[in-house]
């Protein structure tokens, strides 16, 4: 959409049609551009959506990403199917990312089959370029955590932001700055275990859409914690 109010509706699609169905089909008359929009919002299906101005230097879509996206709901249902299925994947680096992605969202449950997964990766003949080497960096801080292995985890933690750090310095002088995997994962722990750290990391980034992801990342993970009831 090229103008806010469209995009607020687009937006808040899903949550009119249930809400208020003839408000959606007023909309849907009045502001024919939306209509096709609304019609696949009414499925509470919503892909990824932008405010403000376009972003530029974005990877075109990858359509690996719906198998990714399946693997992980898997990962939180059953883990052995989702690693069944991650290590299915046909290109190498989408299965190497994915199963680091599986590997971070069981660790809490599952961290030495975790940890296996990490291994699995390192030990794939294909060579370790500096983004999956921060990707391992990411998921190991997550296994560390899962398993409160404190002075690990701290080194982890820093290895992880120097990587980082010069990652994202590297892509804002080449002009192709995108989040690489691994990172958020990397700020959300890092801010609970060790925030002084992290907030260092997020403050040598310089001024870019990525630090405004990961500021925000770290602000939503403290606010998460503090309203979480206790007892």
Not at 72 to 90: C, G, R, W, Y
Request: glycine letters at 4%; proline letters at 6%.
């Amino acid at each position: 959409m090229n103008n806010a109010i469209d995009a607020a509706i687009l937006h808040f699609g899903a949550l009119i049609n249930r809400l208020d169905p003839e408000l959606a089909e007023q909309v849907k008359s009045t502001r024919l551009e939306l209509h096709p929009a609304l019609e696949y919002a009414k499925d509470g299906r919503q892909s990824m959506g932008y405010f403000g101005v376009e972003p530029k230097n974005v990877r075109p879509p990858d359509p690996s990403r719906e198998r990714t996206a399946d693997v992980l709901t898997f990962s939180h249902i059953n883990p052995d199917v989702a690693i069944a299925k991650a290590e299915q994947m046909p290109d190498d680096d989408r299965r190497a990312s994915t199963m680091l992605e599986v590997a971070r969202t069981i660790a809490s449950d599952h961290p030495e089959r975790a940890a296996e997964l990490v291994v699995e990766v390192q030990r794939r003949n294909k060579p370790i370029d500096d983004e999956l080497r921060l990707n391992l960096i990411s998921a190991q801080v997550s296994v560390a955590a899962a398993q409160d292995k404190k002075n690990e985890l701290y080194e982890l933690l820093q290895r992880g932001f120097v990587a980082a750090n010069h990652i994202i310095l590297e892509q804002q002088n080449t002009g192709t700055l995108h989040f690489v995997d691994g990172v958020p994962s990397l700020v959300h722990i890092g801010i609970l275990n060790e925030p002084n750290a992290t907030i260092s990391f997020l403050q040598s980034l310089s001024p870019s859409d990525t630090k405004a992801a990961l500021l925000l990342e770290a602000a939503w993970t403290l606010c998460k914690r503090h309203s979480t009831p206790v007892g």
